[in-house]
């Protein structure tokens, strides 16, 4: 039971474009919403989060938007840079806890 | 400030063997978390440790257990393991009151059960 989904495996974008990754989840009991990011042989590090009394949340390049009735956010990152190239990770909770639910990942290839 | 580090950070077994996973949480972080990162997959939260007790667990067995000590550095026990416990074990700290859902992670411990 996949509560958190990605269904974008992968994703290429030219540099100074922008990149939108996208993520669907299940459990309306959800209150906040994460993406991280993971590069290579390092763990992953937390990017932007959003509340589910929200629907958007910006931080310089990145922003967040979350649509509680479709049940699904994206991550906007503008412009997409060369060392934006990584997994990225979308993640839920229940009650605002620490234990997350994630999706399968993402991986975004930046093109020069 | 030191990060979350984790030993060792490759490590093979067989079947049926035991094997245990080190944490050493961030500065000043109360709460550890232990996460497992099957190939293609998204982490899978373990359990959680706040304050040396459980405080949260997955849908894991039994055979999976953890240690917090006052230090508030961690070990992941896993006991008869099986082929599919091969798979990247994340550990991650936290601190109460802090921005809600952000956990720093270590690089890992990449476990192989052959």
């Known amino acids: 039971d996949q509560q958190v989904k990605q269904n974008s495996p992968s994703l290429s974008v030219q540099e100074g474009r922008i990149s939108i990754l996208n993520c669907d989840y299940t459990?309306?009991?959800?209150?906040?919403f994460l993406w991280y990011k993971k590069y290579p042989a390092e763990g992953p590090t937390f990017l932007i989060s959003i509340s589910s009394i929200k629907d958007k949340n910006e931080d310089g390049r990145f922003t967040v938007f979350l649509n509680k009735s479709a049940k699904h956010l994206s991550l906007h990152i503008v412009p997409s840079q060369p060392g934006d190239s990584a997994v990225y990770f979308c993640?839920?909770?229940?009650?605002?806890?620490?234990?997350?639910?994630w999706g399968a990942g993402t991986k975004l290839i930046i093109k020069p | 400030e030191t990060g979350v580090t984790q030993s060792p950070t490759h490590l093979i077994k067989t079947r049926g063997q035991q094997v245990t996973l080190r944490c050493s949480s961030q500065?000043?972080?109360?709460?550890v978390s232990w996460y497992q990162q099957a190939l293609g997959q998204g982490p899978q939260f373990i359990f959680q440790y706040y304050r040396e007790e459980e405080n949260g667990r997955g849908n894991f067995p039994p055979r999976f257990s953890g240690l917090q000590f006052p230090n508030y550095s961690s070990e992941l026990n896993v006991n008869a393991l099986e082929l599919d416990d091969s798979a990247l074990y994340l550990c991650a700290s936290s601190l109460v009151g802090g921005r809600t859902g952000e956990l720093f992670f270590g690089e890992g411990s990449r476990l192989t059960v052959l």
């Open positions: 459990n309306s009991m959800f209150d906040y």
């Open positions: 993640a839920a909770s229940k009650d605002s806890n620490y234990q997350l639910i």
């Open positions: 500065s000043g972080h109360n709460t």
